[in-house]
């Protein structure tokens, strides 16, 4: 229960009376889709989407970079083209634009730049409208005659052989070859609520259109019977561990994974970083991400937070937050400082960061892994076998 407006009321009467023309929305959408009066289209390449239900925090561009190493490392795309598209969440600039390794957050989003950093090798891309995007990156030579590009600065790319779009789920113009949606373990779907109220962007019953679904940020281990309690929570009948699938209430076959975090040892955001900070006992964290609290769990093993700095998800640093981030440093002269990768991105966009701040801040880079092998084992050939049949 919950206190709105000065009543007493349950989540059922939130979803039902005061979210119902929210929700009558969604679902007269989704009918008109699945109808197919409002249309979709496919890309002429393959798509992987990877997206999900709520607003944040699922851990979208983790499990991107999970699949674009599985694509890296497998036999039939390792050497193909392979691209990714965002929307470039916060970035200034606007339409199509190749992610550039040297760019800036500002003009990308510090997510796209992330990956691009990560993945030389791949043809990173931002664009909103995604089957625009998708066609640009299927045929580049587009970019050279569309007036929609005509402000696209670097339109020298190589032709995608697939595309992997981060976070296009609710991108219902653009029909994915394989849709993969990731949902929050420390917030299930039957206990949450449709914006505002809640974090759901989306109706739960949408999940169901999806070819897989990856529980995140689970425990390191959980039992075959708390699997199969989530299989129900998800309306996912028949689901056994030995095959990670199950059925929907429809009818359709529907792939069910768990993965967890993993966090890697700390790395320099900057090169004059002095690597000695990091054998400090104390840390003074700063983050702009939608949930810190593993984070701080996974440094709290070897470090006592002195200070933390929570900011929005996806927060635009100013000198005035380094001000306090340098303070901060004062008071705490030995004390180590840490922020997340997708951070760092945006820090460094940051004027005024002071040579002494430079030499104790690091990056902790993160990544994601299923539960057990056999799990990864099934998604990886599952996933591959899926995209061979559309070549």
């Given at each position: 229960?919950?206190?709105?407006?000065?009543?007493?009321?349950?989540?059922?009467?939130?979803?039902?009376?005061i979210?119902?023309?929210?929700?009558?929305?969604?679902?007269?959408?989704?009918?008109?889709?699945?109808?197919?009066i409002?249309?979709?289209?496919?890309?002429?390449?393959?798509?992987?989407?990877?997206?999900?239900?709520t607003?944040?925090?699922?851990?979208?561009?983790?499990?991107?970079?999970?699949?674009?190493?599985?694509?890296?490392?497998?036999?039939?795309?390792?050497?193909?083209?392979?691209?990714?598209?965002?929307r470039?969440?916060?970035?200034?600039?606007r339409?199509?634009?190749?992610?550039?390794?040297?760019?800036?957050?500002g003009?990308f989003?510090?997510?796209?730049?992330?990956?691009?950093?990560?993945?030389?090798?791949?043809?990173?891309?931002?664009?909103?409208d995604?089957?625009?995007?998708?066609a640009?990156?299927?045929?580049?030579?587009?970019?050279?005659?569309?007036?929609?590009?005509?402000?696209?600065?670097?339109k020298?790319?190589?032709?995608?052989?697939?595309?992997?779009?981060?976070?296009?789920?609710?991108?219902?113009?653009?029909?994915?070859?394989?849709?993969?949606?990731?949902?929050?373990?420390?917030?299930?779907?039957?206990?949450?609520?449709?914006?505002p109220?809640?974090?759901?962007?989306?109706?739960?019953?949408?999940?169901?259109?999806?070819d897989?679904?990856?529980?995140?940020?689970?425990?390191?281990?959980?039992?075959?019977?708390?699997?199969?309690?989530?299989?129900?929570?998800?309306?996912?009948?028949?689901?056994?561990?030995s095959?990670?699938?199950?059925?929907?209430?429809?009818?359709?076959?529907?792939?069910?994974?768990?993965?967890?975090?993993?966090?890697?040892?700390?790395?320099?955001?900057?090169?004059?970083?002095?690597?000695?900070?990091?054998?400090?006992?104390?840390?003074?964290?700063?983050?702009?991400?939608?949930?810190?609290?593993?984070?701080?769990?996974?440094?709290?093993?070897?470090?006592?937070?002195?200070?933390?700095?929570?900011?929005?998800?996806?927060h635009?640093?100013?000198?005035?937050?380094?001000?306090?981030?340098?303070?901060a440093?004062?008071?705490?002269?030995?004390?180590?400082?840490?922020?997340?990768?997708?951070?760092?991105?945006?820090i460094?966009?940051?004027?005024?960061?002071?040579?002494?701040?430079?030499?104790?801040?690091?990056?902790?880079?993160i990544?994601?892994?299923?539960?057990?092998?056999?799990?990864?084992?099934?998604?990886?050939?599952?996933?591959?076998?899926?995209?061979?049949?559309?070549?």
């Open positions: 229960m919950v206190i709105f407006a000065g009543y007493v009321v349950t989540r059922v009467m939130l979803d039902k009376i979210l119902f023309p929210y929700s009558l929305t969604l679902a007269v959408k989704n009918a008109l889709y699945r109808h197919g409002l249309k979709s289209t496919k890309a002429s390449v393959p798509t992987v989407c990877v997206g999900n239900i607003a944040g925090g699922t851990g979208k561009t983790p499990h991107t970079e999970m699949i674009l190493r599985t694509l890296l490392g497998s036999d039939d795309w390792a050497y193909s083209n392979i691209a990714v598209l965002s470039g969440y916060k970035r200034k600039t339409g199509f634009r190749k992610v550039t390794r040297d760019g800036a957050a003009d989003g510090d997510e796209p730049l992330q990956m691009a950093k990560k993945f030389p090798s791949v043809t990173v891309a931002v664009d909103r995604r089957v625009e995007g998708c640009f990156l299927a045929d580049p030579e587009l970019l050279k005659t569309s007036r929609k590009a005509r402000k696209c600065p670097d020298d790319i190589p032709k995608a052989d697939i595309i992997v779009l981060d976070d296009a789920f609710q991108h219902r113009r653009l029909d994915a070859s394989l849709k993969i949606v990731l949902v929050d373990y420390g917030r299930p779907l039957h206990k949450d609520s449709l914006l109220l809640g974090r759901l962007r989306d109706l739960p019953s949408r999940i169901h259109e999806a897989m679904v990856i529980v995140t940020k689970c425990p390191a281990y959980l039992d075959e019977w708390e699997r199969g309690k989530w299989a129900g929570y998800l309306d996912i009948k028949g689901y056994t561990t095959t990670c699938s199950g059925t929907t209430v429809g009818g359709k076959r529907q792939m069910l994974f768990f993965s967890t975090i993993a966090y890697s040892p700390m790395r320099p955001v900057y090169e004059e970083a002095d690597t000695r900070y990091t054998y400090s006992q104390r840390l003074i964290l700063f983050t702009g991400i939608a949930k810190d609290g593993p984070l701080r769990n996974y440094l709290s093993d070897n470090y006592k937070i002195v200070k933390r700095f929570n900011f929005p998800d996806h635009k640093y100013t000198p005035s937050d380094i001000k306090g981030v340098v303070a440093t004062k008071n705490f002269p030995t004390a180590v400082v840490a922020t997340t990768e997708k951070d760092s991105q945006r460094t966009d940051t004027r005024g960061v002071p040579d002494s701040l430079k030499r104790r801040l690091f990056q902790v880079p990544e994601v892994a299923f539960l057990t092998d056999v799990e990864k084992t099934i998604f990886e050939a599952e996933m591959l076998s899926r995209l061979k049949n559309l070549l």
